[in-house]
């Protein structure tokens, strides 16, 4: 493709990207689509001969778009919501252009050190130690198996090269992520050395049975290694007690890693930073900008306190090999599973340069707000209850009905296109889940939401069934 052709369909992309996200709103968020849907509508096989570029572009919109489930759009309300930014959008656009491939310092001395930078700065914003060393992985599930992985590094240094001898114990909450889970069952940990401890009232894990699992294990001759915290757990966002936890991790010799995959976020604003008290005593910590720092997904931040410890569980080349080279240049490739990187930094440099720190809280708090009215309305009204704490920017509750209604409630909001919404599970009951953390959400958004849930629910009593 020369120049003109691409300046042609460059302009015509940012356009359309352009023209999408002014008129976002008028997308259904979930499409009304059966699976195999789009595998149908395309050919069986890949082209013989070149296609227009007209033609790629025609189908894009005509075939991809109407099976898009719209994450960037601001009724997306379902897991935890995201946005791909303006900003963030254009530094994966020359990203993509520069094409570099990170993984030493010498295949890319920006790409290195640009990780370094924002890294540290975003440091500073969540107000972590100095010394806390950053890494950028794809996703938070990734960010945890390699906390895991330099934990067994730790603990058992000799597994490296023998394998495990299965009696490494992991302790995480009930309302951990499953990917604390995974990343124990790829390691060799296994699942049956997964403790999964119980929570509180508020859904937060119990340092009382944290402390007695421990000892059980220890007096069977297992070996506990690592404790998995979570800030903002993905069911309902409550906050495990960290001090608590790190107690008892610094007693019995663990690796304190803190999942604080999406409500870490919060502690770029100065008043919530208090989430984090106690992370100076954690070994290492996942943050995802992907999910409330406005960043286009795919980009998760790993934080530890020792980076020797990460090194030696990843690198191939001994440390009486190392050649004396300049001690700055950092080689990324040695503190994990792959070789090549993507230049991830530029994304992120982006959002954090056109935002600042007081931009991104102004948003957060805007986002906490919402939740907060949100959940007044629900608390006020005979027809709904609130289900957990409200921490954050994620509203957990349900319509007082039965697990099938909630279900339905769901569905009808789901399948009308206005929004999107998502489900869990507490104390038996289905909960519905309404997380805000799109940046273009306005209270607007989530009243109308909130009508068809009062409409519904009109319904419902008119017709008996609710009662
Ligand atoms: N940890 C928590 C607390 C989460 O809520 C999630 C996803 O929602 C994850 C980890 C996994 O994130 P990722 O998709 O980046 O692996």
Redesign the pocket.
């Known amino acids: 493709m020369n120049s003109d052709e691409f300046r042609r369909y460059g302009y015509q992309a940012v356009d359309w990207i352009a023209h999408y996200l002014e008129n976002i709103r008028e997308y259904p968020v979930v499409p009304k689509v059966r699976p195999g849907d789009l595998i149908d509508a395309l050919p069986v096989s890949a082209p013989e001969h070149g296609e227009p570029m007209e033609s790629v572009l025609n189908d894009f919109e005509k075939l991809i778009v109407p099976e898009i489930t719209h994450w960037n759009h601001p009724r997306f309300l379902a ?2 919501a995201i946005s791909g930014s303006v900003p963030g959008i254009l530094g994966e656009m020359l990203a993509a252009a520069l094409n570099v491939n990170g993984m030493l310092w010498k295949s890319s001395p920006a790409a290195t050190e640009l990780e370094q930078v924002t890294l540290g700065w975003l440091r500073q914003w969540l107000g972590l130690p100095a010394e806390f060393f950053g890494i950028i992985y794809d ?4 960010s ?1 198996m390699h906390a895991i992985a330099a934990a067994r590094e730790k603990a058992d240094p000799d597994s490296h090269a023998r394998g495990l001898r299965g009696d490494l114990v992991l302790y995480t909450s009930e309302h951990a ?1 499953s ?1 604390i889970e995974k990343g124990a069952i790829t390691l060799g940990i296994g699942q049956e050395n997964v403790r999964k401890i119980g929570v509180d009232d508020r859904f937060r894990m119990r340092p009382d049975l944290l402390r007695e699992a421990v000892m059980l294990d220890r007096n069977v001759g297992k070996k506990p290694f690592c404790v998995v915290a ?1 800030i ?3 069911s309902t966002s409550s906050i495990d007690p960290l001090n608590e936890i790190a107690d008892i991790a610094e007693e019995h010799g663990l690796w304190l890693h803190v ?1 604080a ?2 409500a870490g976020a919060a502690a770029v604003v100065p008043e919530l930073q208090f989430i984090l008290n106690g992370i100076e005593r954690a070994h290492s910590l996942v943050v ?1 900008p ?1 999910k409330w720092l406005f960043t286009p997904v ?1 980009l ?1 931040v790993f934080y530890t306190r020792e980076p020797d410890t990460l090194r030696r569980a990843f690198s191939l080349v001994p440390e009486y090999l190392r050649t004396a080279e300049d001690p700055r240049a950092v080689n990324f490739m040695d503190y994990g599973v792959q070789l090549g990187r993507r230049f991830r930094s530029l994304k992120l440099w982006f959002v954090l340069r056109y935002f600042g720190r007081q931009g991104i809280a102004k948003i957060i708090r805007e986002h906490i707000a919402y939740a907060q009215r949100f959940a007044a309305l629900v608390r006020e009204d005979l027809d709904f209850e609130i289900a957990a704490p409200v921490p954050f920017s994620l509203v957990c509750f349900r319509f007082s009905g039965s697990d099938d209604e909630n279900r339905a409630l769901m569905n009808a909001i789901n399948d009308s296109g206005l929004a999107f919404l998502s489900h869990t599970v507490l104390n038996g009951q289905v909960v519905l889940r309404l997380a805000i953390g799109n940046i273009e959400t306005k209270w607007d958004d989530i009243e109308q939401v909130w009508r068809f849930m009062k409409d519904w629910a009109a319904r419902q009593s008119v017709h008996g069934a609710h009662g």
């Open positions: 897991y935890f996703t938070a599930s990734i945890s992520h990917s979570t903002g757990t993905t999942d995959a999406y995802n992907h795919d998760s």
